[in-house]
C-alpha cells in the first residue's frame, strides 16, 4: 500500500481546520474589543464568554492541527525529497515560515485577551484577519501551478478582487 495518498489527505485535513482557526480567532478578538463597548454588564460577561470560546478553538481546534498539519508536511517531504531541490517549494517554504509567524503573534493577541489586556481596534483585526488569508491563497497557487512565479498571478487576482469588493462596499 502506498502511504502517499493518505499522508497528502491528512495534511490538507489538517491544513484546512489549521486555517479554519486562524480566521475564526481575530474574529472572535473583534467580538471581544466591540464587547468592550457595550453597557454594563455585558462587556464582563461576553469577555468570558470569548475568552472560553477562544481557549477552546485555540488549544483544541488551532493548536494541535498547526502540529499535526507539520508532521504530515515532514513525512511528505520525507516521502518526496524531490520537491525539496524545486523552487516552487522553496516559496512554499517561506510562506509557511511567515504562516508561522502569523500563528505566532495570533498566540501573542490571544495571551493579551485572556488578561484582558486588549490593544487593538476592531478596524486592525479585520485587516490583520486578511494575513491568513494571503498565505493561503499564496500557498495554494503555488502548490498547485507549481511555478516559483504564477502564483503571483492569482495572489493578484485576490487583491483586486478585495479593493473592487471594499471600493463596492465604502460609502462615497
Known amino acids: ?60 481546534i488551532t ?9 504530515f508536511a515532514v513525512w511528505l517531504l520525507l516521502l518526496m525529497p524531490g520537491w525539496l531541490s524545486q523552487p516552487w517549494m522553496h516559496v512554499k517554504l517561506l ?3 511567515l504562516l508561522f509567524a502569523y500563528h505566532g503573534y495570533t498566540h501573542r493577541i490571544y495571551a493579551q485577551f485572556q488578561r484582558d489586556d486588549i490593544r487593538f481596534s476592531a478596524r ?24 516559483a512565479l504564477n502564483w503571483i498571478f492569482g495572489v493578484l487576482a485576490l487583491f483586486l478582487l478585495a479593493v473592487l469588493t471594499h471600493a463596492r462596499h465604502t460609502p462615497v
Not at 482557526?21 to 466591540?34: K, S, W
Not at 493548536?63 to 508532521?71: D, G, H, Q
Not at 486578511?130 to 493561503?136: A, K, R
Open 1 to 60: 500500500m502506498e502511504l502517499y495518498p493518505y499522508i497528502k489527505a491528512l495534511h490538507l485535513i489538517f491544513v484546512v481546520t489549521w486555517f479554519a482557526g486562524l480566521f475564526y480567532m481575530p474574529r472572535l478578538f473583534v467580538y471581544h474589543i466591540e464587547a468592550q463597548n457595550e453597557p454594563d454588564p455585558a462587556p464582563g460577561i461576553l469577555s468570558k464568554q470569548l475568552k472560553l470560546m477562544s481557549k477552546r478553538l485555540w488549544y483544541i
Open 95 to 97: 510562506f509557511v515560515v
Open 124 to 147: 486592525f483585526m479585520r485587516i490583520y484577519n486578511e494575513g491568513s488569508t494571503l498565505i493561503l491563497f499564496s500557498v495554494v497557487f503555488l502548490v498547485i501551478v507549481k511555478s
Open 63 to 71: 493548536w494541535p492541527s498547526a502540529v499535526l498539519c507539520t508532521l
